[in-house]
């Protein structure tokens, strides 16, 4: 599995990249098959007041591609919502795929024929 994480219009700090790595590990606890995971984090300084901060991800799984992205006044927030969301999405695909408790046509009981008298 791949990891990366860039920041725009901020540096990536080594508590920030720890951080982001152990929170991670939930979503890799819940579903090992993923193959790629690439995190953007942004500081969008539009006022002095209004500091917005986003972060985004895409993860590659088997078959599918999920991307989540959260704002926040923080940044380690906006990672915290982001990984929930992610871990959610993630966990919806786990049960779709792991569905296989349906019955094939071949085996469900016939209705009953009226019988012609």
Same mark, same amino acid.
């Given at each position: !599995?791949?990891?990366?994480?860039?920041?725009?219009?901020?540096? #990536?700090? &080594?508590? %920030?990249?720890?951080?982001?790595?152990?929170?991670?590990?939930? #979503?890799?606890?819940?579903?090992?098959?993923?193959?790629?995971?690439?995190?953007? *984090?942004?500081?969008?300084?539009?006022?002095?007041?209004?500091?917005?901060?986003?972060?985004?991800?895409?993860?590659?799984?088997?078959?599918?591609? #999920?991307?989540?992205?959260?704002?926040?006044?923080? *940044?380690?927030?906006? %990672?915290?919502? *982001? %990984?929930?969301?992610?871990?959610?999405?993630? !966990?919806?695909?786990?049960?779709?795929?792991?569905?296989?408790?349906?019955?094939?046509?071949?085996? !469900?009981?016939?209705?009953?024929? &009226?019988?012609?008298?």
């Amino acid at each position: !599995m791949n990891l990366t994480i860039s920041g725009h219009h901020l540096e #990536v700090t &080594p508590a %920030i990249r720890e951080y982001v790595q152990t929170k991670l590990e939930r #979503v890799k606890r819940h579903f090992d098959q993923v193959i790629d995971i690439a995190v953007i *984090l942004t500081v969008d300084n539009l006022t002095e007041k209004e500091k917005r901060q986003k972060a985004e991800i895409n993860l590659r799984l088997a078959g599918k591609t #999920v991307y989540v992205e959260s704002l926040s006044h923080d *940044l380690y927030a906006a %990672i915290d919502t *982001l %990984i929930d969301k992610l871990d959610r999405q993630v !966990m919806k695909y786990k049960s779709k795929v792991q569905d296989h408790d349906h019955q094939a046509i071949k085996h !469900m009981p016939e209705a009953e024929q &009226p019988s012609a008298a």
